[in-house]
Structure formats: structure tokens, C-alpha cells
């Protein structure tokens, strides 16, 4: 198997923060991944494309790289089935799908990353998760040492979070993702930006208007080093919600069937002046306020120290503690921002 001692991780965090590995490895297939029992006896860190990952020291863990490729297609009378290997890139899946005219993943247009890391966080955008759309996961679990199929029910997905964020966390590795589309497609047009668009409108329009809106308010990580979002939306119950809509009534809001509420963390951000604050390096994005850039030469621990700063700063004014939802990994692993309360 292809691995490599002392590799530098600039280019695999879209941070572009400077970190290095003592050892990456890069398993190709499920006979690579058998050779990684010991490895991963230790403290290991599964890298995708580094989207959604903050290095905040020096040195990382052992870094596991999975380089699966492939995309295969079947079809029923009713549905498209779609299996792609995880180390393919995820908009790369969603122009492969509708330029073949199989209709669904079109309000996921551009999210940054790979197939693998998408169910991990469930990834979301303008209406739709990826959870609407799979099928099954397969899974290589490394304490069994093969691999096994989760349906979409056993992959327990809530918003940004799913099993692989919680009980099977560093438990193996995902290797497949299978994605079930209905023929009989209909346009999802209700987030906001979207629905200007008319109902007859194709998923090409959907996914070029997605396109447009995200490249207006999020960063090109190539340009600005950035990692999307970086907290959550936090969800908060419905007698907090009723004190802070009676403080702030332009507050956004999105009611969830369990009566709570969830908030939008860039307008929290906004409210308490820290949209373009900066500090050693790193940055509030100037468009949306939800995503921290590295603007010079930031270390990983400034960025962290920026998103402590921003979290104090929004629980001082509404008492709301925003969780990260970018992981930061120190030399030995994750490292877990604490809550305030
Ligand atoms: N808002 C502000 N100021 C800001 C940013 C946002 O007032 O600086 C307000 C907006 O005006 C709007 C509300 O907050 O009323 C929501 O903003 P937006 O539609 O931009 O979405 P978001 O909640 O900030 C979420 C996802 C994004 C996804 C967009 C679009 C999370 C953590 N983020 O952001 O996902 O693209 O919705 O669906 O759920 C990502 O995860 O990396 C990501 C970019």
C-alpha cells in the first residue's frame, strides 16, 4: 500500500493550514484496508479532502487516506440507483448524475469535499441532505476487519450528525455510498434564493442557481482558505426561542417537528458585530458571517482561538453556546470545544 513518513498536510486541509503526519497511509480496496489493523489500535485520523477538518497543532495523528474510485449506475422502472466509492470528489457526483439526466443531488451543487465524508456529517444545503437520498452505506469496520452494509435507518441521521459521528466514530471507514433517485423527480424550490425559480424548472437551472448562490456568499477555499461553515446551527427550545424573537423579531427561525427551533448561527454571528473581525491571521468572513478564513498565515490553534472568541462573544448577548462543525485534530486527536454554560 502506498504510504509516505513526514508528509506534509498543507495541501490536504482547505484551511491550507502547515501540519505534519509522522505517516499517511492510502488504501486503495478492502485488502489494503486489512493490512491497517494495528495502525488503527492507535490514534488515527480518516482524512477525506480536508474540507471540513482544522489541524490545531503542528503534528497530526497517523493519517488514513482511503483512494476508492468508481461510480456505478442501475436502473428500475421507478428509481436510479447510484453507487459511488468514497474518495470520489462530491460535486464531481453531482455533475455526473444530472448531465445523465438522474435528478436529485442538484441543491448539493459545489459543496466542497469528498463522496466518503458526506453521510459522516449529513451533509446539507439549500432544502436537502444527502440522508433523502441514501440507500445504503457500506462500511468497513476495522474491529471486525471487513465490511458490512448500513441501510439508511441504522445510519441515525439528524442534522449534521449521524452513527459515524458517534458510536461507530473511528470505528472503521466508510467505503461506498449507494444513493436511490426517484424518475418521478419534482424541483425542491423552498429554501430561500430558490424560490424565484418557476416549479417547471430543470435541475440544471436548480444547480446553476445553487452554483451562483453559494460563489456570492462563500469563499473559494483555493483563494481564501476556509472550511464552509464552522459552527452548526444551533437548535434552541421554544421558550428561548419566544424570549429571542421578543428581543430581535427579524430573528430567522426554522421550527423542527420535535417543537424546537433552530437558529442561523451567521445572523448570531452578525448581531454581535463580528462579521470581518479579524485576529492573528484568521477572519470572519465579510458575507457570511457562519465561515472562518484563514486570511494570511494563521496557525491552526488562531483559528481555534478566533472560533472560542466568537462563541464567547454570541453566548455574552443571547446565551446560546454554537458548537463547531468543523473537527479539530490535535497530534494525539480530536479535540472537542467545550459548551458554555
Ligand atoms: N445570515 C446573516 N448573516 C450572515 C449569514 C447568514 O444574517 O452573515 C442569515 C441569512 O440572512 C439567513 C440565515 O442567516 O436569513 C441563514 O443563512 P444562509 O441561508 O446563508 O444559511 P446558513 O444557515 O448560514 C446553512 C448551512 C450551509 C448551507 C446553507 C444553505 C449549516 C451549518 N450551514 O448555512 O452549509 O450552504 O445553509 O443551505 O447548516 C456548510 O455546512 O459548510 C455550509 C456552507
Given at each position: 500500500m502506498k504510504s509516505h513518513q513526514q508528509y506534509s498536510l498543507e495541501k490536504n486541509n482547505s484551511f491550507a493550514i502547515i501540519a505534519t503526519t509522522p505517516i499517511i497511509y492510502f488504501p486503495k480496496d478492502d485488502q489494503e484496508l486489512k493490512l491497517l489493523t494495528r495502525v488503527t489500535q492507535g490514534s488515527f485520523y480518516i482524512l477525506g479532502e480536508g474540507s471540513n477538518t482544522l489541524f490545531v497543532e503542528d503534528i497530526t495523528p497517523v493519517i488514513i487516506k482511503p483512494e476508492f474510485l468508481g461510480i456505478s449506475v442501475s436502473e428500475t422502472n421507478e428509481y436510479y440507483e447510484v453507487s459511488a466509492a468514497c474518495s470520489e470528489n462530491w460535486h464531481d457526483l453531482v455533475c455526473f448524475c444530472i448531465n445523465k439526466g438522474i435528478n436529485g443531488l442538484e441543491n448539493l451543487a459545489l459543496i466542497p469535499g469528498s463522496v466518503g465524508a458526506a453521510p459522516v456529517q449529513n451533509i446539507g444545503a439549500y432544502g436537502v441532505e444527502i440522508a433523502d437520498f441514501i440507500e445504503s452505506v457500506t462500511w468497513f469496520d476495522f474491529g471486525k476487519n471487513k465490511s458490512q452494509q448500513l441501510t439508511n435507518a441504522q445510519c441515525q441521521f439528524e442534522y449534521r450528525n449521524s452513527i459515524f459521528k458517534q458510536h461507530l466514530k473511528n470505528k472503521g471507514i466508510i467505503t461506498h455510498v449507494t444513493l436511490r433517485f426517484t424518475k418521478?423527480?419534482?424541483?425542491?424550490?423552498?429554501?430561500?434564493?430558490?424560490?424565484?425559480?418557476?416549479?417547471?424548472?430543470?435541475?440544471?437551472?436548480?444547480?446553476?442557481?445553487?452554483?451562483?448562490?453559494?460563489?456570492?456568499?462563500?469563499?473559494?477555499?483555493?483563494i481564501i482558505p476556509n472550511a464552509g461553515s464552522f459552527f452548526k446551527n444551533p437548535v434552541v427550545c421554544a421558550d428561548q426561542f419566544m424570549l429571542l424573537k421578543d428581543r430581535y423579531p427579524e430573528l430567522p427561525f426554522y421550527p423542527q417537528d420535535n417543537g424546537s427551533v433552530k437558529l442561523a448561527a451567521g445572523w448570531l454571528i452578525e448581531k454581535a458585530e463580528l462579521k470581518g473581525y479579524q485576529l492573528n491571521g484568521a477572519a470572519v468572513h465579510d458575507k457570511q458571517a457562519l465561515v472562518l478564513t484563514n486570511i494570511g498565515s494563521a496557525k491552526g490553534d488562531n483559528i481555534k482561538d478566533l472560533a472560542i472568541y466568537v462563541q464567547k462573544t454570541v453566548f455574552e448577548l443571547f446565551e446560546i453556546s454554537l458548537q463547531p462543525e468543523v473537527r479539530m485534530i490535535a497530534k494525539h486527536g480530536e479535540v472537542i470545544l467545550k459548551e458554555i454554560n
Open positions: 418521478n423527480w419534482r424541483a425542491k424550490l423552498n429554501y430561500q434564493g430558490l424560490n424565484r425559480l418557476s416549479e417547471s424548472c430543470s435541475a440544471v437551472d436548480i444547480m446553476n442557481t445553487v452554483i451562483g448562490l453559494r460563489n456570492s456568499k462563500l469563499p473559494d477555499p483555493k
